[in-house]
């Protein structure tokens, strides 16, 4: 099982470039998840789906777009790129919502110049 | 909100010390994570505890829910243990969508 692959490892963006960042598991589950961890600061909620055309806002959604039109892929998209999304970004899943290992990729740096 | 404190921000060990990592946060919650993160950017979940205490080879992880603290420790401590070790807590009443995440303590095992 390769669990949640997410692409690409590395990015460096121009301001106002636009690009998507894949996430893709391959463990059937309902829940999944994008984070950024900016450093020094803990993990933040982008965005997350409960299942295939479902999806929420997290903490931080401003400049981000997601869809969920499989159960096996949530991609982010970033719209005009800023400086302050400069991050490193976490795609995750999880069975159900409540009392399940979350499971993460292996994240995603990006740069925005 | 849910504040995540975890402590100590960076401990260097001997390898084969016993190694405790401390975790307070300040509201009721449902659960609470603990996740290791290697140099390479990983993220690699190690516990999930509403209660007590768990044990998987040489990690153990209790929580008090009184005390709104947990605590995770390492036996026998090697450097392939190094690495960050993250808590998180998930608000009461709700799952892994109300996380709150501390920033980590960096943890360096020495030969």
């Known amino acids: 099982n390769a669990g949640v692959t997410q692409t690409p490892k590395f990015r460096i963006l121009k301001i106002g470039q636009s690009m998507t960042l894949q996430c893709t598991q391959d463990m059937n589950h309902n829940y999944m998840y994008w984070y950024r961890q900016d450093p020094g600061m803990g993990l933040k909620l982008i965005y997350y789906?409960?299942?295939?055309?479902?999806?929420d806002k997290g903490e931080v959604p401003n400049g981000y777009n997601v869809s969920r039109s499989t159960t096996e892929d949530f991609p982010l998209r970033l719209e005009l790129a800023a400086p302050s999304q400069t991050s490193v970004y976490f795609c995750?899943?999880?069975?159900?919502?409540?009392?399940?290992?979350?499971?993460f990729g292996e994240g995603s740096w990006l740069t925005v110049v | 909100k849910n504040e995540v404190e975890q402590s100590p921000q960076n401990l260097t060990a001997q390898e084969g010390e016993f190694i405790t990592i401390n975790c307070s946060y300040s509201?009721?919650?449902?659960?609470l994570h603990w996740l290791q993160q290697h140099p390479g950017g990983g993220i690699v979940s190690l516990f999930m505890l509403s209660s007590g205490k768990k044990k998987h080879g040489r990690l153990i992880a209790t929580i008090n829910i009184q005390e709104k603290h947990s605590s995770l420790h390492i036996t026998a401590s090697h450097p392939r243990d190094s690495a960050v070790y993250i808590c998180a807590v998930g608000a009461l009443n709700f799952g892994n969508e109300k996380l709150t995440f501390g920033t980590g303590t960096r943890l360096t095992i020495i030969p």
């Open positions: 995750a899943s999880s069975l159900t919502v409540a009392g399940n290992t979350i499971y």
């Open positions: 509201v009721g919650i449902s659960a």
């Open positions: 789906s409960v299942g295939a055309g479902i999806t």
